[in-house]
């Protein structure tokens, strides 16, 4: 692929001379094939993504069932964070669920870039803690919220979702079987009809 991270939208306002050099020498993108698993549980992650374009889903496999547990698209970052900030194993999986353009993020890069370019480290910083209040936020929706409110939240935050990956993975990530999102779903289009 010819695009290098310094052409991405907004990147050459933010990176000098000498980092946009840097980060196309060592952080490439890739495109991935539909069902590519970017990382398997067990191994430790030694590389981490922005999503360009496509869908990569976060799983864990509970004694054969598989369980979502996040989806990510276009402009999000894809990351085992555990894995990867402390080099130890995954206990869950990435994997494609569209074909994918993802920049891809080594840790030996990482290593490189933020011994070189302190300012670099505290860009990303900023970027992991905003994710990780996304993320306590959505996990305590999860808790406290009913299947039907948790599938209203996610049509009103992400509608493309339900056209993107398959009904079983959307009712997994909901934490509902298919049947349930199917009955969930009849039972909103119900009400809506009813107003």
């Known amino acids: 692929m010819d695009l290098k991270p310094s052409q991405l939208p907004g990147m050459a306002e933010l990176l000098s001379p000498d980092e946009a050099r840097d980060m196309d020498r060592l952080v490439p993108i ?87 370019y302190p300012k670099l480290e505290s860009s990303c910083r900023v970027s992991i803690e905003s994710d990780f209040g996304a993320h306590q936020e959505k996990l305590a929706g999860f808790i406290t919220k009913t299947p039907e409110q948790r599938y209203l939240d996610l049509m009103a935050e992400r509608p493309d979702l339900p056209q993107r990956v398959p009904q079983y993975l959307l009712a997994s990530y909901l934490g509902v079987t298919p049947e349930s999102l199917s009955r969930i779903r009849k039972r909103i289009v119900a009400k809506e009809a009813a107003r």
């Open 30 to 116: 890739k495109r991935f094939k539909k069902g590519t698993v970017l990382l398997k549980a067990g191994d430790v992650a030694t590389a981490s993504w922005y999503c360009l374009e496509g869908c990569v889903h976060m799983y864990y496999d509970v004694d054969g069932d598989l369980r979502t547990t996040e989806f990510y698209t276009e402009g999000q970052p894809v990351a085992s964070l555990y894995s990867f900030i402390h080099q130890v194993p995954a206990n869950h999986y990435l994997a494609c669920v569209e074909d994918c353009t993802l920049v891809v993020w080594s840790y030996a890069a990482e290593r490189e870039l933020f011994g070189k």
